[in-house]
């Protein structure tokens, strides 16, 4: 028998595959100095671990919860060096790969093992996740949350969410999520008649429901969703943006073409039976495209070594630019209307994550990690040769941008 040849063996393979490829980015991020936010993030947490505990409230948007947890585990072993922070990052990319096969079990166990190896892959989640940053640790607890709504414990869900909050206090948009999450099958059931399962549908509702009480008490403490105030005036409160949506829908065209490609089959598809009312989608897209889009961030201009800032000031100013990325956004919204997902709620992830990252007005790369993490762990994967060569294309592309970042050529 030919070595690898059963799928047993070649399972096999792919965790050990794997773990070597976590292990040569653990040796990766041990070394080199600070990349980006990092500037800000780790001199906090040595802060903390030499006994000064006043926070960098000019610089900080995120409530120090990263901070606490980095110091609390490090304090122990005596050691403040930035390659320690990026090593715990390494094992918040663990608990995230752990968790997502856990999902996938419960989900779609046919491909559990592809979907982890696919995350681990995907380019952001790669780049950020091995930075002492806050997105991955707040992420892992976040999936944590996840997986615990499937499971139907709630209350474990929502105390997974508030750790997640403590990190990145705009996680509470999730908690609206996970609540209509597991109340669609009983609304469905019902007939959205909630008089008649009122008593389920606050057993589900009220752990999060507590998760957003937290967060309005918080609000109201400080004065701002951005814990620094100085930093508030770049983080206004309550402001919808159509910059990241857009940004989010060009990035699934790059990361995803073959699935928007099938999305768009079954969407010719329902044309043909008539549906037609399904044209409207690509023409909203790009007519809010075309009328609320602006690069207007000051943090969006062209600041240092910034890859992100520096595409976006091309679509800004070059009109070919400008048109490419409006209709690369708006096939993707096509593509991701019509994709297939493990329950009949999937969908959801959508439209709360266009929510989720409008409410910021600085475009940002990173914001798209928890939209796109939660599209792997909720969506049905197209055909095999398809989800291949994507998974290919992502060890391509990130193993450019991890070189590029970390001998810091550029930052995304």
């Given at each position: 028998m030919k070595p690898f040849s059963g799928?047993?063996?070649?399972s096999t393979l792919g965790w050990i595959a794997l773990v070597c490829a976590w292990g040569a980015m653990l040796m990766l991020a041990l070394h080199g100095g600070v990349i980006g936010d990092e500037a800000v993030h780790w001199p906090q947490v040595q802060r903390f671990l030499h006994g000064d505990y006043r926070v960098f409230s000019q610089w900080l948007t995120n409530v120090p919860g990263y901070h606490w947890l980095v110091t609390a585990l490090l304090w122990p072993l005596g050691v403040d060096g930035l390659g320690w922070g990026r090593a715990l990052g390494g094992i918040f990319v663990l608990a995230c790969l752990w968790t997502m096969?856990?999902?996938r079990l419960v989900l779609h166990r046919q491909d559990a093992h592809r979907t982890t190896v696919?995350?681990?892959f995907l380019p952001v989640l790669l780049v950020y996740g091995?930075?002492?940053y806050t997105d991955v640790p707040a992420l892992a607890f976040l999936l944590g949350a996840l997986l615990a709504n499937l499971r139907s414990?709630?209350?474990?869900?929502?105390?997974l969410l508030l750790a997640s909050m403590a990190m990145r206090q705009n996680q509470v948009l999730w908690a609206a999520f996970l609540a209509v999450f597991a109340a669609w099958p009983v609304l469905m059931r019902d007939r959205w008649r909630v008089w008649c399962s009122w008593r389920e549908l606050w057993a589900i509702g009220w752990p999060y429901a507590i998760c957003v009480l937290v967060f309005l008490v918080y609000w109201w403490w400080n004065g701002s969703i951005s814990y620094s105030s100085e930093q508030a005036r770049a983080h206004p409160d309550l402001v919808w943006h159509v910059g990241n949506p857009i940004f989010l829908l060009v990035?699934?065209?790059m990361l995803f073409p073959l699935q928007i490609i099938a999305g768009w089959q079954r969407g010719i598809a329902c044309l043909r039976?008539?549906?037609?009312?399904w044209l409207l989608l690509p023409i909203a897209v790009f007519l809010l495209y075309a009328w609320q889009f602006q690069v207007d961030h000051p943090y969006n201009r062209p600041m240092g070594i910034s890859l992100r800032n520096q595409w976006l000031q091309v679509v800004a100013q070059q009109s070919w630019a400008w048109w490419a990325f409006g209709l690369a956004a708006t096939w993707a919204s096509v593509g991701l209307a019509f994709a297939r997902y493990t329950t009949p709620q999937g969908?959801?992830?959508l439209p709360f994550s266009l929510l989720f990252v409008g409410a910021s007005w600085m475009i940002e790369t990173r914001y798209v990690l928890v939209p796109f993490v939660l599209f792997l762990a909720l969506r049905r994967p197209e055909s095999a040769w398809a989800e291949r060569v994507t998974l290919a294309g992502w060890i391509v592309l990130s193993g450019w941008l991890v070189w590029n970042v970390f001998d810091h050529r550029f930052m995304l």
């Open positions: 799928a047993r063996s070649r096969y856990r999902i696919q995350l681990f091995w930075l002492a414990r709630h209350a474990l869900s929502a105390a990035l699934a065209a039976e008539g549906e037609w009312l969908w959801l992830w």
